[in-house]
Nanobody
Framework: QVRVDESGGGLVQSGGSLRLSCRGSGLTFSAYGVDWFHQPLGKNRNEREFVAGISRSGADTYYVDSVRGRFTISRDNAESTVYLQMNNLKPEDTGFYYC??????????????????WGQGTQVHVSP
């Protein structure tokens, strides 16, 4: 069974840090580009916002302007895991974070249906 599972969410104060993980199983993880999406509280899945993406090899990364310089995406294909290091967190970063895997490097372009696999999400809450 193919799965991608997020972990690492939690409660943190403004200015704090969290590291999210997205681990794949049942698939050749290195064959998939992986993107992270943010779904603010009260928004539905169609309103998920692209945050960061990493290519299949890990050589290329892309960030939305609001997180560039604060978040870092990386991957360890030997561990079938993509990480999202989140520093200097702000209250507006609160919400659910989802990782999504695709056989091409999408970087948030196109529709959500173009992704082959989605995780169930992990919740982040940043207090003021």
């Amino acid at each position: 069974q193919v799965r991608v599972d997020e972990s690492g969410g939690g409660l943190v104060q403004s200015g704090g840090s969290l590291r999210l993980s997205c681990r794949g199983s049942g698939l050749t993880f290195s064959a998939y580009g992986v993107d992270w999406f943010h779904q603010p509280l009260g928004k539905n899945r169609n309103e998920r916002e692209f945050v960061a993406g990493i290519s299949r090899s890990g050589a290329d990364t892309y960030y939305v302007d609001s997180v560039r310089g604060r978040f870092t995406i990386s991957r360890d294909n030997a561990e079938s895991t993509v990480y999202l290091q989140m520093n200097n967190l702000k209250p507006e970063d609160t919400g659910f974070y989802y990782c999504a895997a695709s056989v091409i490097d999408l970087y948030g372009r196109g529709s959500q249906t173009q992704y082959n696999f989605w995780g169930q999400g992990t919740q982040v809450h940043v207090s003021p």
